[in-house]
T-cell receptor, first 110, second 116 residues
Framework: RKEVEQDPGPFNVPEGATVAFNCTYSNSASQSFFWYRQDCRKEPKLLMSVYSSGNEDGRFTAQLNRASQYISLLIRDSKLSDSATYLCVVQAEYGNKLVFGAGTILRVKS | GAVVSQHPSWVICKSGTSVKIECRSLDFQATTMFWYRQFPKQSLMLMATSNEGSKATYEQGVEKDKFLINHASLTLSTLTVTSAHPEDSSFYIC????????????FGPGTRLTVL
């Protein structure tokens, strides 16, 4: 079983749509959680950290469910520029290595 | 934000040659650098972690004699793919973390290696 699992998609949505991605992780000792965005042939860029209480940054909302070992990302009012691969990332403990999911592809169309 | 550069951005080489990739932190001192590899449609996989002045720690399944890592200064780490073969063709990405940066790793733009 992979340490971090994501639905690869692609998710094809129209502009303005709301879309949600899910991610599950296997290591119950994981401490830190992130969503990264990766554009084609580019490096990943940090989108947001995910906190136990849930957090929001503009159109993006991240949620963490430790009991179910499940992380989600909600994007509201999708823009064409949101088209990318979204990577779920987990870290076992501070300073430890980042474990990346394979990513979920989002395509926003006009 | 912090900036990390990689050089070259892409390289094409013949099978059997060695390729060196540089990773530099441009505006901070990187106490730890990480090297990742990403095959098409797959996740980034950590290859090794290097701390300045000490030997790199390699992940299981990564050959240390094939992927030589040197982290000689606080701003530079190099990855040398020795005797590269077509199966080594991949996207190699470094990241760096400095003192006081907590969990934040800053990624370089990546190096696309194609071995013919």
């Amino acid at each position: 079983r992979k340490e971090v699992e994501q639905d690869p998609g692609p998710f094809n949505v129209p502009e303005g749509a709301t879309v949600a991605f899910n991610c599950t992780y296997s290591n119950s000792a994981s401490q830190s959680f992130f969503w990264y965005r990766q554009d084609c042939r580019k490096e990943p860029k940090l989108l947001m950290s995910v906190y136990s209480s849930g957090n929001e940054d503009g159109r993006f909302t991240a949620q963490l469910n430790r009991a179910s070992q499940y992380i989600s990302l909600l994007i509201r009012d999708s823009k064409l520029s949101d088209s990318a691969t979204y990577l779920c990332v987990v870290q076992a403990e501070y300073g430890n290595k980042l474990v990346f999911g394979a990513g979920t592809i989002l395509r926003v169309k006009s | 934000g912090a900036v990390v550069s990689q050089h070259p951005s892409w390289v094409i080489c013949k099978s059997g040659t060695s390729v060196k990739i540089e990773c530099r932190s441009l505006d901070f001192q990187a106490t730890t650098m990480f090297w990742y590899r990403q095959f098409p449609k797959q996740s980034l996989m950590l290859m090794a972690t290097s701390n300045e002045g000490s030997k790199a720690t390699y992940e299981q399944g990564v050959e240390k004699d094939k992927f030589l890592i040197n982290h000689a200064s606080l701003t530079l780490s190099t990855l040398t793919v020795t005797s590269a073969h077509p199966e080594d063709s991949s996207f190699y990405i470094c990241s760096a973390r400095g003192r006081g940066f907590r969990d934040t790793q800053y990624f370089g733009p990546g190096t696309r290696l194609t071995v013919l």
